[in-house]
Nanobody, 124 residues
Framework: QVQLVESGGGLVQAGGSLRLSCAAS????????MGWFRQAPGKEREFVST????????NYADSVKGRFTISRDNDKNTVYLQMDSLSPGDTAVYYC?????????????????WGQGTQVTVSS
């Protein structure tokens, strides 16, 4: 059974940083792309970032490019999202997702399993 468990969320002031982690189990982690999405109150879930199975290909939403960095450790079955220069607009529940293939671009349908989410709140 696929499990994705996010951690690292919390409350931070604008300009601060957080590092999200997603521990994966129940599948061959190193064979699949991984992604991060987020959902703010009253808004639809939106793409944040994806990383290929090997970690060599990454994609970012324009809104986070240059501030967020996705990475993965295939030995630890974990994907990370380093978030710097946070702003109140980044406040959302952040979800980790496992892709259906080795590569994924940014569409939710490219991902077959989702975590429960971790809350990130950025105060002004």
């Amino acid at each position: 059974q696929v499990q994705l468990v996010e951690s690292g969320g919390g409350l931070v002031q604008a300009g601060g940083s957080l590092r999200l982690s997603c521990a994966a189990s129940g599948f061959i982690f190193s064979n699949f792309a991984m992604g991060w999405f987020r959902q703010a109150p009253g808004k639809e879930r939106e793409f944040v970032s994806t990383i290929s199975w090997s970690g060599t290909t990454t994609n970012y939403a324009d809104s986070v490019k240059g501030r967020f960095t996705i990475s993965r450790d295939n030995d630890k079955n974990t994907v990370y999202l380093q978030m710097d220069s946070l702003s109140p607009g980044d406040t959302a529940v952040y979800y980790c997702a496992a892709g259906r293939a080795r590569l994924a671009y940014r569409l939710p349908q490219e991902f077959g399993s989702w975590g429960q989410g971790t809350q990130v709140t950025v105060s002004s």
